[in-house]
Nanobody, 119 residues
Framework: VQLQASGGGLVQAGETLRLSCAAS????????MGWFRQAPGKGREFVAA????????YYADSVKGRFTISRDTAKNTVYLQMNSLKPEDTAVYYC?????????????WGKGTLVTVSS
């Protein structure tokens, strides 16, 4: 599975961005998908995840109520809708896929997309 994240950019605090993670090489329909981020000078952290069925969704406390993860199986794509962005959301965002694990041990990772939120 090859994953390609896109949609990052420079926005002001309070604005919105939608990240996309497009997959190729294999259908994502049986994979759990996750979004992670790495801020400058910090380690990578979990942001959100969605099960292969879409029936289970998880968020980090820091983004709960502001970010929404979703998936479009037909388009083999996962999204991260980010509302009410804050400067502390500034990071490189990565998508990942795995058959059942959520975390750094996920099997497939895409290159990140940079999100910069100015105050």
């Amino acid at each position: 599975v090859q994953l390609q994240a896109s949609g990052g950019g420079l926005v002001q605090a309070g604005e919105t961005l939608r990240l996309s993670c497009a997959a190729s090489g294999r259908t994502l329909s049986r994979y759990t998908m996750g979004w992670f981020r790495q801020a400058p000078g910090k380690g990578r952290e979990f942001v959100a995840a969605i099960s292969w069925s879409g029936g289970s969704i998880y968020y980090a406390d820091s983004v709960k109520g502001r970010f929404t993860i979703s998936r479009d199986t037909a388009k083999n794509t996962v999204y991260l809708q980010m509302n009410s962005l804050k400067p502390e959301d500034t990071a490189v965002y990565y998508c990942a896929a795995d058959e059942d694990t959520i975390g750094e041990g996920m099997d497939y990772w895409g290159k990140g997309t940079l999100v910069t939120v100015s105050s």
